[in-house]
């Protein structure tokens, strides 16, 4: 099994939620309004530093990830070479 943690600018919603959803993810947790500093700058969600990022995280199989990385590649490259995006995958177990 593998950990997906998706970065991504609020405006990426739906897309990052229609990519986990083609390959079949069998669910995911969502975390609004996230703080950060990153290749995009200082994202607070003030006047001086606007804007905010989501995390997205799903546990899914290990074939699963190399069609995802497809799905989310097909993102328009205003929000993943502009904006906040990343995409981190690591091994996960699941305890209880």
Known sequence: MKLVTVVY???AETLVEEALEKVGAGGWTRVLDVAGKGRAGLRLGDAIF?????LMFSVIEDEK???LKI???QI???FIK???FRVFVS???ILI
Request: net charge negative; charged share 30%; with cysteine.
């Open 76 to 78: 328009p490259d205003e």
């Open 65 to 67: 990830v190399a069609p």
């Open 91 to 93: 091994d996960c177990e």
């Open 71 to 73: 799905e989310l590649e």
């Open 82 to 84: 502009q904006l906040a």
């Open 9 to 11: 600018d609020t405006g």
């Open 50 to 54: 606007p804007g905010l990022n989501n």
